[in-house]
């Protein structure tokens, strides 16, 4: 069964502390990883696509990495900002127009 | 660009009632997508059209919801009748091809009561 699953399910930190988020996907065959960014209220906004060559990207403070060989995906954010508050969503595309969302981990920076 | 365009941005009906949704996709863009979205579920994909032409509504949940997409630059997505189990967030996106980005819009929060 195609699945993405993320962890943890929430996560409170402090300004400017680092997080790590977890993606774990079943998804077959694969064709590529993004990370959205969810604000409240908002529609999701890309981050960082990653195909099945690459191990890691950076966009900014954000740095996502993928492991097609466990079919793991993380996403580091260094120095967390109060606007990093938002929810985190992995998508796993498995050919055409084929999208498994993971439910998303939810990031709460406070001061 | 104005970015994908949803209206409205809330709606709150009762239970029967119609609801029409509205999209306008990036100008260029030649894929559409509709979403919802629950705190249980997260993002499923509902319906999606290549070039105003629905290529696959198997995430439709069952007979009351419809789409349609007249022209390039517009489509509805229709729940008739509404039941408080759609209660959601539904978003519409597009993209320039099939495996381009999807760009979404800022989401249509529907309260079914």
């Known amino acids: 069964k195609n699945q993405v699953e993320q962890s943890p399910q929430s996560l409170i930190i402090l300004e400017g502390k680092n997080c790590t988020l977890q993606?774990?996907?079943?998804?077959?065959?694969?064709?590529?990883l993004r990370w959205y960014k969810q604000d409240t209220g908002r529609g999701p906004v890309s981050l960082t696509i990653?195909?099945?060559?690459?191990n890691t990207k950076s966009n900014g403070r954000y740095t996502a990495t993928l492991d097609a060989d466990t079919k793991q995906s993380s996403l580091h954010i260094t120095a967390s900002q109060l606007s990093d508050s938002a929810s985190y969503i992995c998508?796993?595309?498995?050919?055409?127009?084929?999208?498994?969302f993971g439910t998303g981990t939810q990031l709460k920076v406070e001061l | 660009d104005a970015g994908v365009i949803q209206s409205p941005r809330h709606e709150v009906t009762e239970m029967g009632q119609e609801v029409t949704l509205r999209c306008k996709p990036i100008?260029?863009?030649?894929?559409l997508f509709w979403y919802r979205q629950t705190m249980m579920r997260g993002l499923e994909l509902l319906i999606y059209?290549?070039?105003?032409?629905?290529?696959?509504d198997s995430g439709m949940p069952e007979d009351r919801f419809s789409a349609k997409m007249p022209n390039a630059s517009f489509s509805t997505l229709k729940i008739q009748p509404s039941e408080p189990r759609d209660s959601a967030v539904y978003f519409c996106?597009?993209?320039?091809?099939?495996?381009?980005?999807?760009?979404f819009g800022p989401g249509t929060r529907l309260t079914v009561t």
């Open positions: 998508v796993v595309r498995r050919g055409g127009n084929k999208l498994t």
């Open positions: 990653m195909t099945f060559s690459e």
């Open positions: 993606c774990n996907y079943t998804v077959s065959p694969f064709s590529n």
């Open positions: 059209f290549n070039n105003n032409v629905p290529i696959d």
């Open positions: 996106a597009s993209s320039l091809g099939g495996v381009g980005e999807q760009y």
């Open positions: 100008s260029g863009h030649d894929y």
